[in-house]
């Protein structure tokens, strides 16, 4: 055991505006990953906490909606300027339950940053339309207003980047929202509260409602509760898309992932290389925009290989908060299943270029490590292939020609994320237009959309129409109305029992 002592402390709900922790609630364990020791416990809702939560929200949202733009707005720059100042303390709160470099935990809280910027300019997204005179003496306008209470359900892989997709466009619209995040990683969700209360928001406009499937289902199902933004695990994803529209509820659910980068033997090798190892083992592989997969076009994948594995050998794999590149992964039960993937390669009969178990790292002993890895000559029928990992371990498969590799990425059942290196525009431009994937990067490995452009994958790895922010954000969080106006002559054609027609 690590000798680094520790005092365990209970997570509680945010509700109304005050951390709630009942007595009796079940409560779950949070580690820190690279001392492998339990520092807090969580709680887990019952239905009446979620029906508490969205019961504030709710009686939250119908005073929020009807304050001014002006001073919504106001309260974003504010919310804004705190999160800019205090990042640092967020980032080590990440770090500490999810084991990500502190680095890494500040591009995320940027990427979430930038949507909190995006909703600062709500005045102007939420701009109607006014067309004069549609008919004789008639015009019509339209009106974006939110729709009441958002739930929001995030995964432990980003706890401040992906519920930062959602809330400040939320309730910048008008809407009170009700964030469920991840139980392994949940004290960002209640920091953010916390700014929130701190910049001025009014309380039960946000509120953190911590648990398991009991609480994903009381948001599921409750009346009161008009959305559900999802991001997790495809299965997962599935089943909150299908009993969440059940329910009447408009849903975005995005899945899992398995991203490939297609390299064309054109391409500059040591950015492919730089590429590989930036994408495929940045926070140790736990990125739904993550690459997993290198399809490399022969005869490019010898000298690639070498290039990736040299500089494999120089990455420092230990505690997020020692400046090294790697951190551990967030559990010892995933370090485990990713770790037996390792098996899985050796006995469908791949060649495991690196092996990344039992590395040496800067780190407790105790910490739920497990190196880089790479696996050439993976076979596609193989479990490596088909099944999302989620780790620090790459595949690289190889293929004959660009036709082949791009049937192979549109053959898969994910559509994430997708990458080709080349310096070939027309090849570029081909593939952009003939790849099945959601977000391309072209010589770009993590194409993650900024926050003006909308994120989300398509087939396995989105269910629902609505990606996450951008327009297609503020489409999500608001309903339209469309009103008919008559004002000055108005003709009067006495009754008329026929359907309404324009002259
Ligand atoms: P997960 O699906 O296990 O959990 C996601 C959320 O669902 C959590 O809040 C969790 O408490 C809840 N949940 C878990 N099991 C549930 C159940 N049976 N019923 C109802 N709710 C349940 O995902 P995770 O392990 O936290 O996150 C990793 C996954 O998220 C990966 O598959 C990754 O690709 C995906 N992800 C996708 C995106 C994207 O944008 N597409 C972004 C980040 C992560």
Redesign the pocket.
């Known amino acids: 055991m690590s000798d680094v002592a520790t005092t365990v402390t209970t997570v509680g709900h945010w509700i109304n505006g005050a951390e709630v922790a009942p007595a009796d609630a079940r409560t779950s364990p949070v580690y820190d990953p690279a001392l492998g020791v339990e520092t807090k416990r969580v709680v887990l809702a019952e239905q009446t906490d979620a029906d508490e939560a969205v019961a504030a929200a709710h009686t939250a949202y119908l005073q929020w909606r009807d304050v001014s733009l002006a001073r919504r707005t106001t309260i974003l720059f504010k919310f804004r300027e705190l999160l800019n100042e205090r990042k640092g303390e967020l980032a080590e709160i990440i770090t500490s339950e999810h084991g990500k470099v502190l680095d890494d935990a500040l591009g995320e809280i940027s990427r979430a940053q930038e949507v909190v910027e995006y909703a600062c300019g709500i005045t102007t997204h939420l701009r109607g339309h006014f067309s004069e005179q549609v008919s004789t003496g008639f015009d019509i306008h339209s009106m974006q207003q939110p729709i009441g209470v958002a739930a929001i ?6 706890p401040a980047m ?1 519920p930062g997709w959602f809330f400040p466009i939320a309730i910048a619209a008008g809407n009170a929202v009700v964030v ?5 990683d949940p004290t960002a969700a209640n920091w953010f509260a916390a700014l929130w209360q701190e910049a001025g928001l009014p309380d039960g406009v946000f509120n953190v409602l911590h ?3 009991v ?3 009381a948001l599921l199902t409750h009346p009161d509760v008009a959305s559900i933004s ?8 599935k ?2 898309y299908e009993t969440g529209t059940a329910h009447g509820k408009r849903v975005q659910a ?4 398995k991203n490939h980068m297609l390299v064309l033997p054109d391409a500059d090798l040591d950015l492919v290389a730089d590429s590989a190892i930036n994408a495929g083992f940045g926070s140790a592989g ?4 993550a690459i997993s997969v290198v399809v490399a076009v022969e005869p490019v994948a010898d000298g690639l290989i070498e290039k990736v594995v040299e500089r494999m050998g120089k990455l420092r794999v230990g505690d997020g908060r020692r400046g090294c590149d790697m951190g551990p992964l967030v559990t010892k039960q ?1 370090r485990d299943k990713v770790a037996g993937y390792i098996d899985v390669a050796i006995e469908d009969g791949a060649d495991v270029v690196v092996d990344g178990r039992g590395i040496e790292v800067d780190g407790e002993a105790d910490g739920f490590w497990l190196g880089p890895t790479l696996i050439d000559r993976v076979p596609v029928t193989s479990r490596v292939y088909t099944e ?1 990992i ?1 780790g620090p371990v790459l595949a690289v498969v190889r293929v004959a020609s660009y036709e082949e590799g791009v049937e192979l990425i549109n053959n898969g059942a994910f559509g ?1 994320g997708t990458a080709i290196f080349t310096n070939d525009g027309g090849a570029a431009r081909r593939f952009q237009n003939e790849i099945e994937v959601g977000m391309v990067g072209i010589n770009v490995p993590i194409p993650v959309p900024i926050a003006s452009y909308s ?3 398509w087939k396995d ?2 269910f629902g129409d609505t990606k ?1 922010h951008g327009a297609e954000g503020v489409k999500f969080f608001t309903r339209q109305k469309a009103i008919t106006t008559r004002w000055l002559d108005p003709s009067h054609g006495g009754i008329n029992l026929g359907f309404p027609q324009t002259d």
Do not use: Q, W
Request: overall charge negative; hydrophobic content about 40%.
């Open positions: 359900i995030s995964p432990f892989n980003f992906v469920k995040p991840s139980e392994k648990g398991d499937k609480a994903v289902d999802f991001v997790g695990s495809t299965p997962i994803a089943y909150v995005l899945g899992g992932a736990e990125r739904c925009m995933h999302e989620f994430n994120f989300g994958g790895s989105m996450a």
